[in-house]
């Protein structure tokens, strides 16, 4: 049973931190892209970071230098490290998993992440 298990999002003040970590079992994790994604109230969703199979990385301009992506397949777990957050970062994270070959997509059940004063 293929499973993406979100944690660590909440309520936080402008310019602060969260760390946000996904979970995965049921699938060969290394085999995997991964990636977080996130969506605001009425937005649609969007990409905010993702790292290949080799380690290659890839952020949204919006987040860039500010969020970074980092993943250890020993233990199937894929991070996001968000300092300097700001209210326009509020929405519920989503940790996804990609494999090119079959189309393989799989999706968490999200995190909350709010950041207000």
């Known amino acids: 049973q293929v499973q993406l298990v979100e944690s660590g999002g909440g309520l936080v003040q402008p310019g602060g931190s969260l760390r946000l970590s996904c979970a995965a079992s049921g699938f060969t994790f290394s085999s995997f892209h991964m990636s977080w994604h996130r969506q605001a109230p009425g937005k649609e969703r969007e990409l905010v970071a993702r790292?290949?199979?080799?380690?290659?990385?890839n952020y949204a301009d919006s987040v860039k230098g500010r969020f970074t992506i980092s993943r250890l397949n020993a233990n199937n777990i894929v991070y996001l490290q968000m300092n300097s957050l700001k209210p326009d970062d509020t929405a519920v994270y989503y940790c996804?998993?990609?494999?090119?070959?079959?189309?393989?997509?799989?999706w968490g059940q999200g995190t909350q992440v709010t950041v207000s004063s």
């Open positions: 996804n998993a990609f494999r090119t070959y079959g189309e393989l997509n799989y």
């Open positions: 790292i290949g199979i080799f380690g290659s990385i």
